[in-house]
């Protein structure tokens, strides 16, 4: 009996360590990351991931942690997922602007139709809960208004409540669509950064083919296609082609 004493307290121990907060592992990494002790502050950020938790504020700190380590694949890879989360972060813009001008590949952007970018302005607006609660609160006004209708005694108040109820259908549909399009940037999948120094990209998922062009560590690509162990990417600037999969990590 005498050693089954200390094997429970220790699992008692680790099942604390596990329910830790993520909150104190947080504040635990950045005091590591202001005494220089990068790695450790690195591992502490892996971990709070690893547990499902993610946020724009622990993808900064974990780029900016990469920076101080180096490792700028990962860190422009940081960046970007945290974008994904607050795609009008300032700081992660910034950071990621940065952490672009030290990558060798300078990839011109095919330009699109302005419409795009408003698009993506308005998806930037809310936050996943903020989007939520918004439409929620515009489901209760049409409700109110439409209620307002049948109980209203004049026909000035039946219209005010039912020009409200048409602006409060609009504004619910319209967030319903940003909520539809934020949660299929959150799932996506398709955009990835290389992580090796150098690959070459082939013109077929075949290694005896000839190069198409060469990516260097930290270039953002879409996957479009992939046949075993190879996937189809495509530029920013429209150029196309095949590389094996575990030169890149998925956003």
Not at 190 to 212: G, L, Q, Y
Request: aromatic content about 10%; charged content about 20%.
């Amino acid at each position: 009996m005498r050693t089954l004493i200390p094997v429970i307290l220790l699992l008692s121990l680790s099942g604390a360590a596990l329910a830790q907060d993520p909150e104190q592992v947080f504040e635990s990494a950045n005091a590591l990351y202001q005494e220089g002790r990068y790695e450790e502050a690195r591992d502490q950020y892996e971990s709070i991931v690893a547990n499902g938790d993610e946020s724009a504020a622990l993808y900064l700190n974990l780029g900016n942690t990469y920076v101080r380590l180096g490792h700028m694949g990962k860190a422009i890879l940081s960046y970007e997922r945290g974008l994904r989360l607050r795609p009008d972060d300032e700081d992660l813009l910034y950071n990621l602007g940065l952490t672009g001008l030290m990558t060798v590949d300078k990839i011109e952007t095919v330009p699109r139709l302005f419409l795009w970018d408003i698009w993506d302005g308005m998806k930037g607006w809310f936050s996943p809960a903020g989007i939520l609660w918004t439409a929620w609160g515009a489901y209760v006004f049409v409700f109110m208004a439409l209620a307002a209708i049948v109980l209203a005694g004049s026909f000035t108040l039946r219209r005010t409540a039912f020009l409200s109820a048409i602006g409060g259908t609009v504004v619910f549909l319209l967030l319903l669509l940003i909520g539809i399009g934020r949660y299929s940037d959150l799932t996506r999948t398709d955009f990835a950064i290389i992580m090796t120094e150098i690959v070459a990209v082939k013109n077929s998922p075949d290694a005896r083919d000839t190069d198409a062009f060469i990516l260097h560590r930290g270039t953002k690509v879409q996957i479009t296609d992939n046949i075993g162990e190879w996937v189809k990417v495509r530029l920013a600037d429209g150029k196309v082609g095949w590389l094996v999969a575990e030169s890149v990590e998925a956003i």
